[in-house]
């Protein structure tokens, strides 16, 4: 399948955001190092890769839904990629051009269903055996056979989700199979969390009411609780009022973090407030013991640091500039929310590397971690180009830091920890991800050492296409798909 128009003015059009033209399947060979045997499993990363040229102006994130997935099978590698064949795109295929303009131009009205074209390009997960491809607006997501990259259905016909704008960043519980959703709308109740089980059953659906329309980017689990985020940077609700959108932060609101027991209901939510932030990712999230008979939520994420003026005011202004041009600024942060006094606590963890997309060993995720992977931040050097330089890695016992970047032309994914055939300890394993050399304009694969990020790569595989600058990925071991989920 190829495209015409790879090729535009605007920078998230140009060089490493330009879309690829070819959806190949092949053997990679071309390997500086060597590839793990104790690494077998697949690496998967979603992107926005436009399909049709539309009117309007075009955003990084407007684009098509691409999964890029790479194999690794007793030290052999295997590489393809595929668009997510997503209804608004068949639509699109059907007609022969676009029929949906990007996030800065007005939705199509005539389409109360799918105003917005849901581009599946943000998230993928494993779940029930399949890969789950989801949009960070919020819809529904969708099912792709981990085998060839087809597309299979939308996630699910139960007619309670039918409406939902289901988030990008739902988990997948990797040791019960389940997942868990949170939902968001601009009408009353503004929010819906729920859990789906390994069997695709609903088991968990309840209403969450919020103030007033939100835009919620993650939620964290731990054993027993799920976590969903109010945060003071939503809607400015004049322009919102008059049909508008424009981000507004409001400093002189709360953080606020809703527990509620994973399968609870609705009159168990309980709420927190913290200091007002604004978070993308969350790192993981646990219980402890709090030494006095009660339990301790912690939830470890990269919220940005915010902008302040010379009295320490919050600048809310600029900051809500700076998230709209991707100018971005981020800590590691730890929140604790005592469930026996409803007392929050929160620290800064590292406010040295600018870092985000954190990513941990994934079956520790609800359980207590020691280590966080993260991508290492570029300042921005112009508006709406934003960098994702290398790697650092967290360790909350030692509260060290160690990082890893080639210089300013190497542009880095999310990196997947990916366990070691038989691992023991929690860093047992590699991590795996893409680079895209700006200057060669050519991408590899690389594998770290997750124990040291510092050294070079253990391997540097070539790729035989570029792949476009994307978003989140995620890893399968083989084992994990040999179990189904």
Known sequence: MKIADATHEVLTLQGGFAPVAEEISVELTDIEGTVPHDLNGMHVRNGPNRRFKAEGRY????????????????????????????????????????????????????????PMKNTSNTDVKYFAGKLISMWWLGGMPYLVDPDDLSTISPLSTDPRLKDLRISAHSKVDERTGEFLFF??????????????????ELKTLMPIELPGPRLPHDMAFSENYSIVHDLPLFFDMDAFEAGRHRLKFYADIPARFGIVPRHGTADQMRWFEAKPAYMYHVSNAWEEDDGEGGTEIVMTGTPFRLPRDLDGNIEA??????????????????????????????RILDDIFNQEFPVINSWMQGFKTRYSWNVLMARCLRREDPRFCGLVRQDLLTGKATSYHEGMDKWFSEMPFAPKDGWQEEDDGYLVGFMYDMTSKVSFVCVFDAKDITKEPVARIRLPQYVPHGFHATWVSAERMKRGY
């Open 317 to 346: 202004e600029r900051f809500a500039r700076l998230v709209a041009t991707h100018e971005h600024d981020f800590m590691f942060y730890e929140w604790r929310f005592n469930l026996r006094t409803g007392e929050t606590k929160e």
């Open 59 to 114: 955003h990084w994130f407007d684009g098509d839904g691409m999964l890029h997935a790479v194999r690794f099978e007793k030290g052999r590698v295997f590489y393809q990629n595929r668009w997510v064949m997503t209804e608004g795109l068949q639509e699109e295929l059907d007609a022969g051009r676009a029929l949906w303009k990007g996030i800065k131009e007005s939705p199509r009205k005539e389409r109360p269903d799918m």
């Open 183 to 200: 939902a968001y709308a601009k009408e009353p109740p503004y929010m819906h969390y729920g859990v789906i089980s390994k069997e695709g």
